[in-house]
């Protein structure tokens, strides 16, 4: 079964790399790092007694790690933790957001030879996978070295489920290599019950997403960074966060047509992919919106819609909002995380498309802490902000919301450290 797994992945990468290549070298400029990935480049490592291998994909399961690593390096100081990414973003995230870490490098490709060389460099006591990266070859040779392998904050998708459920034999074999499961929701524990893990592997603990720490900005700093960006402080600030093609074009235009009625308000419109800030500059000038780019830096000119093509900075944007629309979910996309602005109390909206965040937004959404906009037309209605006391009270209710779902990481916190124990 492996070896059949091994030569089709194999096969693959004569089409993945040139595509990779061309996409992410010629197009982006980013470093593909194969001989990390191939395992001819060792990561830099510092090694010690007792560590443990925790496999983050990207930036938003990074992110989820924070709080994690923190409180469990200040109980166990003896311990390295070494966090494995997939892409190039993050890892920029890790090394910056997880100073407690022994180590940050990339996952090398899923064959036996390179994986071995890892276990045998980092030599960890637990392996831990974050959400949903189910490697054949990564969790068996993690069975074989570790005391222990988990799963923590598990997410299976709909569609993910329906693709197992093809192969659950294989999927079995792969997902029979983690000793314990912690997942986000009831649908993920009856999923995974589903592809024949019994139940008493399973725990619902809840959502590390929901665990975000940003800085708390008081009314003082919230004037002073508005006044930064020229925004006057009797000015609707309207923030889409995140967007993707095809949600531009029809955030804009509600907002165009808004204006008419409702002129003292700006949009800021930060695309998940800011080099894609080009096409949301056409849009602007087919519709004669003056705008700006928030890469110049230089906010001495009027504007109507601020272009968010920096990296970094939109969670402290969304504290500077009146309304927050969350991108990825007009279009089929899946939605993108809304727990940022939700931190800072604000009035959430995205559209009907929020598989990756389903369970999430439904609760938000039943509690009056977040809303559904389906076209660019209830766009226009909620952009005249008819209603500011129900906005005012569905921010709140998005504060509240996010505060009753933490406790997650004590939580995963606590099984951890069972297993530490009998180490």
């Not at 399973?202 to 008081?218: A, F, H, M, W």
Request: glycine content about 6%; some cysteine; overall charge positive.
């Amino acid at each position: 079964m492996y070896w059949v797994y091994s030569i089709s992945l194999f096969l693959s990468l004569f089409y993945y790399v040139p595509s990779y290549f061309i996409k992410l070298r010629i197009h982006k400029g980013e470093n593909l790092n194969f001989k990390q990935r191939f395992g001819l480049q060792l990561p830099d490592v510092k090694k010690s007694d007792h560590s443990i291998w925790i496999h983050a994909v990207s930036v938003g399961e990074v992110l989820s790690l924070q709080n994690l690593i923190r409180k469990f390096k200040e109980r166990n100081p003896d311990w390295s933790v070494y966090v494995s990414v997939l892409t190039n973003s993050g890892f920029k995230v890790a090394s910056e957001k997880l100073s407690n870490m022994s180590g940050v490098f990339f996952i090398p490709f899923d064959f036996t030879w390179i994986i071995k060389r890892f276990f045998k460099l980092i030599n960890p006591e637990l392996f831990i996978l974050a959400e949903s990266e189910f490697w054949p070859n990564l969790l068996k040779e993690a069975k074989r070295n570790c005391a222990a392998v988990l799963l923590i904050n598990g997410r299976i998708s709909e569609r993910s489920f329906k693709g197992y459920s093809k192969v659950k034999y294989f999927i079995k074999k792969i997902l029979d290599k983690i000793d314990y499961f912690l997942v986000q929701t009831k649908r993920e524990e009856s999923v995974l019950i589903k592809l024949g893990i019994p139940s008493h592997r399973i725990s619902r603990v809840g959502n590390l997403k929901t665990e975000i720490q940003l800085p708390r900005l008081d009314g003082e700093n919230i004037i002073r960074l508005r006044n930064e960006l020229g925004i006057k402080e009797e000015t609707k600030v309207i923030l889409a966060g995140s967007t993707h093609r095809g949600e531009e074009i029809q955030i804009l235009q509600a907002f165009y047509e808004a204006k008419k009625e409702f002129p003292d308000e700006v949009l800021m419109m930060a695309p998940r992919h800011p080099e894609r800030a080009e096409e949301v500059e056409k849009y602007c000038q087919d519709l004669s919106l003056s705008y700006i780019l928030k890469s110049k830096g230089t906010f001495n000119q009027e504007w109507e819609v601020l272009i968010v093509d920096t990296l970094g900075e939109l969670a402290f944007l969304y504290a500077l909002c009146d309304i927050a629309f969350v991108g990825g979910s007009l279009v089929a996309r899946g939605g993108q995380n809304f727990l940022e602005p939700a931190f800072y109390g604000k009035p959430i909206f995205f559209g009907p498309h929020m598989n990756n965040f389903k369970d999430l937004s439904e609760i938000f959404v039943q509690s009056h802490a977040a809303g559904i906009v389906k076209d660019k037309n209830s766009l226009k209605e909620l952009f005249l902000f008819r209603d500011l006391y129900s906005l005012a009270q569905m921010g709140e209710n998005a504060r509240n919301t996010l505060h009753s779902l933490q406790g997650a990481t004590d939580k995963t916190l606590a099984l951890i450290e069972k297993y530490i124990k009998n180490l």
